[in-house]
């Protein structure tokens, strides 16, 4: 039976099952503190879960089913389980009072019940999300594109100090990222479907940042979803890594400036989702509430799995897989924890 797994040929993990463990938590510690002192944010506590109804909960693309359940301990109120803290962090933001120029950054745990599982998706997501403050006036490209510096330095910091501990963990990184736009990566490769040119960049880049996610292209597509009331689909971005092993593009992080009142109303209006102007989180932008900020999630399993160069995410990651995954795995030498 067919799996999404991609099997690379003659698989072997390079580390052993406790050097793996070893590994992760190397990974986590020194990215972490690259990543603080890089962005000069603070460590805050995450929810796990949310109120229904406010719109502070990630819907992700709209269609994804949210993991929702009552408490009597909480008057009967549905709660979910988060997807993402894209919104919260916003609203925290204002709650902690932080400054310009500093932010915060969270253990974000979520459950999907509807991602299609692969290599590189799990139900159960882990990521840092971050967010900090910035001005009115720093809501530009240089800005977004300067935090994108500041997040892959961190990275190949990361992956230096790996490769000092286990040196059969080869550095794959360039030393630069680049950076183009959904709009140019059509225009150069108009006969690819989105993904397909992701590949193409990454494979002849080794790094690279694909800004503006989320509107139409010219050609009336779009090069993928975004939720419209978090990020400004005119200054957003993937970090996207070429992954050897597998062979292909590797999404490790989302980011962006976040929506002002003009964008948020243009881009309700344009995906038809005006109802969603009288929610908490959304009235709270559009009477200036919560501060101008820029932010967004790093996959942790999966920089984890880039850099222990791992083929299945895992590898690195306690999760539940289907019987198929499994026995793929098992007959390619992938040890799934």
């Known amino acids: ?36 002192g890089a962005l000069q944010l603070e460590k805050v506590s995450a929810p796990i879960l949310l109120k229904n109804g406010n719109g502070i909960n990630d819907n992700l693309n709209g269609i994804e089913r949210i993991v929702a359940f009552d408490s009597p301990a909480i008057d009967d109120a549905e709660l979910e389980i988060v997807q993402s803290l894209a919104k919260w962090k ?18 974000m745990r979520a459950i999907r019940r509807d991602e299609i599982l692969d290599n590189l998706h799990s139900l159960y997501v882990d990521q840092w999300d971050w967010e900090k403050v910035i001005t009115y006036d720093q809501r530009t ?6 935090e994108v510096l500041k997040i892959y330095a961190a990275i190949r910091q990361t992956e230096a100090q790996l490769n ?5 963990l080869t550095p794959v990184l360039p030393e ?36 503006q ?5 010219r050609s009336g597509e779009k090069h993928d979803g975004r939720s419209p009331d ?5 200054l957003n971005g993937d970090i996207i890594l070429w992954y050897p092993v597998l062979n292909r593009a590797f999404e490790v992080s989302s ?17 038809g989702e005006e109802e969603r102007q009288s929610l908490e989180f959304h009235q709270a932008i559009l009477n200036g509430l919560v501060p101008y900020s820029i932010g967004g999630g790093i996959g942790q399993s999966r920089l984890c799995m880039f850099l222990l160069q791992k083929a299945h995410i895992g590898e690195v990651q306690a999760s539940v897989w289907n019987e198929r995954i499994v026995s793929a795995c098992q007959e390619a030498n992938i040890r799934l924890l």
């Open 230 to 234: 978090y990020d400004d689909w005119k």
């Open 90 to 107: 916003r609203m925290a933001l204002a709650r902690y009072g932080f400054p310009v120029g500093q932010g915060l950054f969270t253990d």
């Open 176 to 211: 630069r990222i680049q950076f183009i736009t959904t709009q140019e990566l059509e225009h150069l490769y108009p006969e690819l479907s989105p993904k397909e040119r992701e590949d193409a960049i990454a494979k002849q880049y080794g790094a690279v940042f694909v800004m």
């Open 1 to 36: 039976m067919s799996t999404n797994v991609i099997i690379p040929a003659s698989y072997e993990t390079k580390l052993s099952p406790i050097q793996t463990e070893r590994a992760i938590q190397a990974v986590k510690t020194t990215f972490e503190q690259a990543l603080a």
């Open 164 to 168: 000092a501990s286990y040196p059969e």
């Open 213 to 217: 996610i989320g509107g139409l292209l």
């Open 141 to 146: 490209l240089n800005t977004l594109k300067t």
């Open 255 to 271: 980011m962006g400036i976040r929506v002002d009142k003009k964008s948020l109303l243009s881009q309700l209006k344009e995906a």
